[in-house]
């Protein structure tokens, strides 16, 4: 064997032991009747079907992903656009925006807890106005899933400002001097030169965000608990760790890998020849 084939062994075990073996377990697993070990099964899958949790997990799965990622690239354009420029002390303002996502996604999402408590910060500031309290993480109330949209998206938003914000750093400046020499606007500016120059960095961002974000676990489980704001993978962990069925969590995860297989479908196209 060649020093290359030699040198790529390390990987080549890690990926089995770590990656291919589970999923081929797990996909068995999956297709395996929990009461007789009959292989291949739908049992596992039929149970899902008749969970009304599982309904639950896989809507907020469809529907969480879009309004996160939207935050997200708007948030994040607006901050990279604003952070571009000549501010004054713009570097303290690129690390405050950075703060949450430096910080550990626990940490972060104890902190997002605390706010939202019922005694908790946001709560008391709204008292302050004569605002009566609001269960902001009840189970089964509509700001639940408000809050994890929010607390999502305010997490992972400094991921695309920094996408974005060196996109803008490597624009050609040739061309925006061009259209302000032609009486360009700031407006048409933006709408005619620098967002058709920042599309394949949106695309970018909003892919690779996309399929992050229908792999989201640990937002709705801290913030909600696993019947708040289910989702699959939270699905999953519940019925394994507290269900004890470990062929229902292993269907609920071939669901969601399908849903990230069919999600990743436009970005394998986009980087394919023509």
């Known amino acids: 064997m060649t020093r290359p084939g030699l040198a790529a062994l390390p990987l080549a075990a890690w990926l089995l032991v770590f990656l291919a073996w589970p999923a081929v377990y797990a996909v068995r697993l999956a297709f395996t009747d929990p009461a007789g070990g009959a292989f291949p099964s739908l049992e596992p899958f039929r149970a899902l079907a008749g969970d009304p949790l599982f309904w639950r997990a896989f809507a907020n799965n469809a529907l969480l992903p879009p309004l996160v990622v939207a935050l997200e690239v708007v948030g994040g354009l607006a901050l990279a656009l604003l952070l571009a420029g000549r501010l004054p002390a713009r570097r303290w303002l690129r690390t405050a925006v950075l703060v949450p996502f430096a910080l550990p996604e626990v940490v972060f999402l104890a902190i997002a807890r605390h706010l939202l408590a019922p005694r908790g910060y946001l709560n008391g500031v709204l008292a302050g106005f004569g605002v009566e309290p ?88 801290v913030l909600t608990g696993v019947e708040g704001v289910p989702v699959l993978s939270s699905y999953a962990y519940h019925q394994w760790s507290d269900q004890g069925s470990d062929g229902a969590a292993a269907a609920a995860g071939v669901v969601l890998a399908v849903l990230c297989v069919l999600a990743a479908i436009p970005l394998l196209a986009r980087r394919s020849p023509a």
């Open 134 to 221: 609001t269960p902001w993480l009840a189970p089964g109330h509509a700001t639940a899933f408000a809050a994890v949209v929010l607390v999502d998206a305010w997490h992972t938003t400094p991921i695309v400002f920094l996408m974005l914000l060196s996109a803008l750093a490597a624009l050609p400046r040739e061309v925006e001097q061009a259209a302000r020499l032609d009486g360009a606007g700031d407006v048409r500016r933006f709408a005619y030169v620098t967002l058709p120059l920042l599309a394949p960095t949106l695309a970018a961002a909003i892919l690779l965000r996309g399929l992050d974000a229908l792999r989201i676990f640990a937002t709705p489980l």
